[in-house]
Structures are given as structure tokens and as C-alpha cells.
């Protein structure tokens, strides 16, 4: 049985219940959500619901697993309608059994929650006034509405797009840093797909030599700050995207501010430093990147996966990777199509991945030569090293493990470092407490027997309340040859002072 | 001796002055090769300063070089 469905028909409680019962589940807890009759204080007579179902499923899928493994629930299924549906007429329904009550609830609200926040899902509203409207509502979310007038239908009509997709893309925030000559190209083709927010930092103004690969300006915009001037031009190209413009260098501070919380974060800059950056920006906030850089009739492009654990531009370029050893578009001349031709590569992955199209980048570096002229994708796995190189704050070195296998550092410095964390208390203890960071829910005993899938590319941390159990766990994981395996120090106890 | 198959990027591409070439080599390593082509066509760029590939993915310098391996020298960029 499917863990996630949708379904035309009205959603029987009891029918749907019935086949999650099990004589270890100890708790059950359903969640159902129901039509309102009001909606931004607009009286509501009815909704329909479409989804792109194959991506919408497996997203569904993927949320319903992901709460079973963390929260240790025996069985749990969703369901959502589609089609229309009258006001008070059950639109999702959540069952969930687990041991005891506390996982149940715990992964109840984990899937309604993500449902509503991931599952692409398109809603029409009428309203009593007699018309209606499209709405993808993400949970607390400002609903988008499409601009009248600029329509998606061409884009809309892909099998893989749909209206789902174009949902998602709606309910997506980008920040594009940099609008020069791959700016110029990423944010007009991003803008021109209906992505929802675009944020758009550059704390240059618009020169003349701009301009001949940089058509996002004209010579009237000569002077002006071009975050504004861009952000200017979209406001009037699609006025049915938020665009937010940032006239303020890409700092470590400014990245801060920006970057957590986004969809995607694209590097259009043209110096290492800034590159730097964002790529370090989106590993610590685990948003994804896609960067690019172009020379003469060149350039390279790499999508770092930081939300999934890939490799980054580090990974590629050492620290020492510095300006002035290569020249730039000023020093080393640039013909114009070829970042136009970079940005739109860009902007494609940057669809691929909202929209979770096939063949994404990840994990390689693509050469584009315009004299050959030739594409070459290079296969650039994480560096073994980048646990402790590529993710650094400053003023914090990547700690040394240490021989032995306790170690003292805070949970969030050792996800940022790499780690996978692995909590090994009970189900209980975890509904209680929940691991502050994003970890694997493996109980002790599980453990043991074995039940630890292995990664050998990451080194594992254990976690349990104060640090006794998970040393223990981490010397017999040792015993049995994991190298690669340590204890939480004091446990998630000791993590109170730990900053 | 083994013939490889080389590309070069950027301002490795403007030094050689070509993007492609084939070359028999003594070289057993990406290291000898880059150091033997460097006094060929005057590369500057030290080594530590590029990466290398071959057969489309990113090798170690030290790495063995076979028969009719493609080898690819690229330089960081950084224009945008």
C-alpha cells in the first residue's frame, strides 16, 4: 500500500485507518484538515484541488518515510483530495501508529506540516461574489497569484511542469548574487518562469562597458545602483514576481540575512572572494547553489547540492585559490553571448531542481567551450577533506577528531563539519526531547544488531541524553572495526553551554 | 611511449595557443605531464594553482597515466 495517495473520491476515516492497526502500536493519531468557508476574509463556496500527481506522490512518499524512520512510527499514511470539494468535506487526512503516543503525535504533525509546506498542490477558490481564483497557499505562507496577462501555459504544458510545478516555482525564493553580464541572463529567464521571490544583490552601479553583454540595462541606467535598475526591469516584465533589491555587497553578514530560509542561492559574482562566499553561505544554511564563472569564450559551472550533502566549489579550489591569478571579464576581454549562455545554464538547473527535474548536476563540474564549441562534465566528488575544510566559520577551525571517541564540540558545529548524526535514544526520550539538529533515529538496541547503514564517507557522531550510552555504542562500533565513529561528550545534557 | 589526449582551458588554452591536442609522453603522472608541457608552451600557472581530470573526472596529480587517457587542465575563473 502506498503511503501517500490523493484520491477523487470523499476520504473515509474509518476505511483508511483500519489497515495501520497493529498490536505493537500502542498510540494512533489522525490529523484531518477540512475546507473553511473563509479565506482572507473572503467567504468561500467551494475549492478544487489539482497536483501534478507523479512528483506530487513522491514527494508525499518521501515526507511520510522520512517521519516513520525519524520518529520511530510502525505504519502512517496520508491521503489528500482532488477535484472539487464542498466547504467542511475532509481535503487531507494523516494516520499515524507508533509505540506510544508521543511518536504518533510527533509524526502526525510531521507529515501534515511538510505535506502542506513541500507537496506541490494547486487549489481554486470560489468565492461567494461569483468569482474565483488560483491559490497555492504554503503553510503560513502569503499566497501568490499569478499576474493576469503573463501567461505559462507554454511552459505549464511540459508533462513534467504542469500546474503543480508551476505552483512550486511560485512558492519559491531565489537570491541571485551579482546582475552583470550572467545575472543578466539568470534573472530575466527566472522572473519570466513565475518563481515567486527573487532577491537580487549587486552593490555595483551600471557602466557603459556593461552594457554590450548585460542587456538587463540600458544607457539610461548608466549610474543607477544595478540591484535597482534590475530589480526596476522585472517589476515591469512580470509584475506578478516579488522582487527584492539588495544594493549592498555580499558580505558574511549580509549572507546571513539572506541566504537561510531561500530555494536556491545562484553565484552571477565575478571575483573568488565573493564566490567563496556564497558557496560557504549555502553549506552552513544547506540551500542549494549553483555557481558560475566565465573567461574570454569560456566558462565552468557547478550546482553544490549543500542541501544533500555534495560536494562544493571548495572541494574544487583550495583556499589559497586567489583574484588576480587568472584575469576577469575586464582584464582578460569576454565576448557577450557567452555569459549570457552561462546564465541561462544557471537558470535551467536552477528550474531542475525547484521543479526536481531529471538529470541534475551534482557532484561535477561543467567546462563550456564556445570556440570548440563543446560542453564536458567532469565527475568532482566531495573532497575528502571537506568535512573539515569546506564548512568554516570564521574564528572556528574545523576541530581534529580526536583519537579517542568522546568529543566535546556543539551539535551544530559537527553537522556543519560533516558529521551524520545519529541519535541512539529511545523513541520515547526523543518525542520528549528532540534532537535539535537533523540526525538518523537508530535506538540503541537497533544499533547493535546492526542497524547502523553504513556511509563511508562520512565519520558518524552518536548522540544519546549524557554521553554514557553512545561511548559505549561508539567502543563496540570500534570493537567491530568502524574507525570512523565517536560519542557525543556529555550527551545532548551537556550541549546546554555548548555554543 | 602512451599517447594521451589533452584540453586546455582558459588562459592554458591562450598560452598553448589551442584548445586540443594529442601528444606522446614519457610522463607517468599528471604532474610530469603538466611540467613537461609547461616548458613546451610556457605555462606560468603552477600546478597547485589548477586542477586536473582525466577521462571526465577530477584525478590527483600523482595519479597513473594510461594509453589514450584524455587529460584536462583547467585553471580557477572567476568573470561573471
Known sequence: MSRFAFTQAPIDASSLAEPLAHDGAGGYATFEGRVRDENEGREVVDLEYEAFEPLAIAEGERIV????????????????????????????????????????????????????????????????????????????????????????????????????????????????????????????????????????????????????????????????????????????????????????????????????????????????????????????????????????????????????????????????????????????????????????????????????????????????????????????????????GCVRLPGEAAPAPPAGVDLGLPLAAAVRAGYRIVDIREPMECAFEPLPVEGESVPLGRLLDGGLPPDPERPVLLVCAHGVRSRAAAEFLRARGHTAVWSLEGGLAGQAGAH | MPRVRLQYYALLREQAGRQAESIETAARTPAALYAELAGRHGFRLPASQLRVAINAAFADWESELRDGDEVVFIPPVAGG
Open chain 1, 65 to 388: 518515510e522520512a517521519a516513520m524512520r525519524r520518529h520511530g512510527a510502525t505504519a502512517a499514511r496520508c491521503v489528500h483530495r482532488l477535484g472539487r470539494l464542498a466547504v467542511g468535506e475532509t481535503a487531507v487526512w494523516v494516520g499515524v501508529a507508533a509505540p506510544h503516543r508521543a511518536e504518533a503525535f510527533a509524526a502526525c504533525r510531521e507529515i501534515i506540516d511538510e505535506v502542506k509546506h513541500r507537496v506541490p498542490i494547486w487549489k481554486k477558490e470560489r468565492y461567494a461574489g461569483g468569482d474565483s481564483g488560483w491559490v497555492n497557499c504554503r503553510h503560513g505562507d502569503a499566497c501568490h497569484r499569478p499576474e493576469a496577462g503573463f501567461d505559462y501555459s507554454r511552459q505549464q504544458a511540459l508533462p513534467e511542469v504542469g500546474a503543480a510545478g508551476q505552483a512550486r516555482l511560485a512558492a519559491a525564493r531565489v537570491v541571485v548574487v551579482g546582475a552583470g553580464g550572467l545575472g543578466s541572463a539568470v534573472l530575466p529567464s527566472l522572473a519570466g518562469a513565475g518563481i515567486g521571490e527573487l532577491v537580487v544583490v549587486d552593490h555595483d552601479r551600471v557602466e557603459g562597458s556593461n552594457l554590450p553583454r548585460q542587456p538587463l540595462f540600458t544607457v539610461a541606467d548608466i549610474g543607477r545602483s544595478k540591484a535597482e535598475a534590475a530589480a526596476l526591469r522585472l517589476a515591469a516584465y512580470n509584475p506578478g514576481v516579488r522582487v527584492t533589491a539588495l544594493a549592498r555587497r555580499f558580505d558574511a553578514a549580509l549572507a546571513a540575512e539572506v541566504v537561510p530560509g531561500a530555494d536556491a542561492v545562484v553565484d552571477c559574482t565575478d571575483n573568488f572572494a565573493t564566490k567563496f562566499l556564497v558557496n560557504d553561505a549555502a553549506m552552513r544554511a544547506g540551500v542549494p547553489a549553483v555557481l558560475a564563472s566565465v573567461y574570454q569564450y569560456e566558462g565552468q559551472l557547478q550546482v553544490v547540492r549543500a542541501d544533500q550533502g555534495g560536494s562544493c566549489l571548495r572541494c574544487q579550489w583550495p583556499e589559497a585559490t586567489r583574484d588576480g591569478l587568472v584575469g576577469n571579464c575586464e582584464q582578460a576581454g569576454v565576448l557577450g553571448p557567452v555569459p549570457a549562455l552561462l546564465g541561462q545554464l544557471q537558470a535551467t538547473e536552477v528550474l531542475k531542481l525547484l521543479l526536481d527535474l531529471p538529470g541534475q548536476l551534482r557532484d561535477e563540474v561543467l567546462l563550456v567551450s564556445l570556440l570548440e564549441p563543446g560542453m564536458r562534465r567532469l565527475a568532482a566528488p566531495r573532497h575528502a577533506g571537506c568535512a573539515g
